[in-house]
């Protein structure tokens, strides 16, 4: 799969699709754009694109930013703080170090320009990964222990809109955005996808063995649907 890389925009992902009668840009849940391109077309088609759209592509990924912004002293996830720093530098650099995250500016940047953007949301997604591999293996084995319930295997996404999901077989993804959540939050999402090992659907049976597990559940579910699983 053919990745450009641009400057100002970052990695831009090209998918060929028999569906695709021209070239098209779109943003995907991760943040990132992505170009569809029929069979055939020539990638250089999609570097024209970008050429000549500018302005449409900032006001795309304007529309498609998340609600929130990065501040100085941002708490991310359950153990980490955003640091911004100003310094005599040219490009934006990000650390960890311990449970900060230390984003080095150049004096007098724009902390909202989309490149340092992705800058400070590349080094988040890092650390709430460590987090949420360090968290939600023991407390989804735990919960699965407490109430009975068995899954085949944990994968961990990022880019999806879902706080989580379970396949037929057992799989269960949860997201690593979780670990923004109150805990009572994280353990609803973790019984609901335990529960579709049992339920494969939203059947009032689904929900009876889900109130088993978290008899508030009905409250988590109100209060889920106000927070965004974007990064």
Known sequence: MPIINDQEFGKITVRRSSRASQVSLKVAPDGTLRASLPIYAPVFLVRHLIKNSRDEIRKLLAKAKPAYIYENSMQIGKSHVLIIQYKDI???????HGQQIIINLP???????????RTIREAVISALRLEAKSY???????????????????????????WGSCSSSGTISLNIALMKLPFELIDYV??????HTKQMNHSQEFW????????????????????????
Request: no cysteine; proline share 5%; hydrophobic share 35%.
């Open 107 to 117: 004096i007098e940047s724009d902390i909202n320009n989309p490149s340092i953007t």
């Open 208 to 231: 009876s063995v889900v109130k088993l597990a978290d008899p508030n559940y009905k409250y988590h579910r109100k209060a889920l649907k106000l927070n965004n699983p974007t990064i």
């Open 190 to 195: 973790i019984i609901h996808e335990l529960a």
């Open 136 to 162: 939600l293996p023991r407390r989804l084995d735990y919960l699965a222990s407490q109430f009975g319930f068995r899954y085949d295997k944990l994968r961990f996404s990022h880019s999806s809109g879902r």
């Open 90 to 96: 040219k490009i934006a650099k990000a650390i960890r």
